[in-house]
């Protein structure tokens, strides 16, 4: 049924759940960006904002190219079949899901993963309904991506002082309208777990490496992608990418950056997907998030030893089939043993049902989320009984800075030194365990 709820930006119509009493409020503009400019907060709108279906995410490869025809379908069929999405520049929205009665509620900022290149908030996974039956506010959110979210041109160094990373100031935009509203939804804005996955776990952890963002998050969690990771290759600089975007200017034959600046979306796109084409990894290492003085003020090589992370508990792990498995679990570990803040490492190690795959790079998400029920795939009993256990540490962790309860299996801070314990999440029960390193194929995930 229909939900309306006064804000300070105005009224909005959301949803609610009839039986569990959870809202959902979809596609609120939370920033305002044209091309290549940094974001700027939508604080306020007109009328009733209709809030009952998702915001367009950014323009990526399959706003071009249909992806069940692009002969890799995996992550289409598990996470986005059946969904129609919108595609636009302007794609600055997120979504949040409420408790019914909620005050006060610890909040969920989720940042979604796909290379930096492509993904949305509004995949099959990322629904907050289960969480936010558990009392929490679950906020996901659209950001830039490719060539919208990190070109570097010295054009726009001259004109704001610093260039690219527009994702990543997106996602600070989130965090910063999050701490001005989110209070008006039930939330507290003193009470903000930032979570993300994959290229999202690094933008996380690159956001709790930013002092900007001090004050806007009081827990990190991290899922396949924290650490200093190979998959990400080395954190540059902003000046040193200037050369791989010169690439994407000459073939796009623009006359002059003017020209370049207001292209054609479809043009401007066509002549990234020309580069990328030639030389994925360079150009998906040009699309990573750069230091750029300002909101990323060091490379993550100089600002890790110097122990210039937020001080802050953080929750940090993989899984068994992940990208690059033993690395991101190497890495994640040796980042912690930086680390004097309480620190929670899991791996998930559960084999999904329904096919091979295996605890495949993303696995966790429906557990963690607790969509399950959105999922083709045929789910047992400990699916469910897992999921619902993960639920409860990520609640608990959200509430309280540790996800240690009386009835699950304990989950203590651990450690500094290398194969020590973890929380493995496995397939038929969980506990701390020793995980030896050696286990790991040197390059895991799906192929």
Known sequence: MEKYLQTGCGSIRGTADTETGVCAYLGIRYGSAPRWR???????????????????CCIQQRTYMPEENSGRVFYYHEFREGIDYTYDEQCLY?????????????????????AFLGGSAQEKCFDGSALAAQGMVVVTVNFR???????????????????GNYGMYDAYAAL???????????????????????????????????PKVKGFVHRAVMCSGGGQVRLFGRQRKTQEVYPLW????????A??????ESMPAPQLYAAFAYCIRQDFGLMQAACCPTADGFLLPLPIEEAVPGRKWLDIPYMIGSTGQDLMAGDLCMTAQNWLCQEEQPCYRYHFSRRLPGDGAGAFHSADLWYWFGSWKNSWRPFTDWDRELSIAMVRYLTAFMAKGSPELKDLPAWP??????????????????????????QFPEEGGLQ
């Open 246 to 253: 010169e690439n994407v200017r000459k073939v796009s034959n």
């Open 255 to 260: 006359s002059g950056f003017a020209q370049l």
């Open 413 to 438: 801070a651990t450690g500094l030194l290398q194969n020590s314990e973890m929380l493995c999440l496995g397939e038929k029960d969980i506990r701390m365990e020793t995980v030896n390193l050696a």
């Open 38 to 56: 940094y974001p700027v907060l939508v604080d306020g709108w007109e009328g009733v904002y209709d809030a009952t279906h998702y915001g367009p």
């Open 145 to 163: 991506l490719g060539i919208f979210g990190y070109a570097a041109f010295p054009e726009l160094e001259a004109r704001d002082g610093h260039a």
């Open 94 to 114: 997120l979504n949040i899901w409420t408790p019914a009665n909620g005050c006060g509620a610890p909040v969920l900022v989720y940042l979604h993963g796909g």
């Open 176 to 210: 910063e309208w999050v701490q001005k509203h989110i209070a008006d939804f039930g939330g507290d804005p003193a009470n903000v777990t930032l979570m993300g996955q994959s290229a999202g776990a690094r933008m996380v952890q690159l956001l709790c490496l930013s």
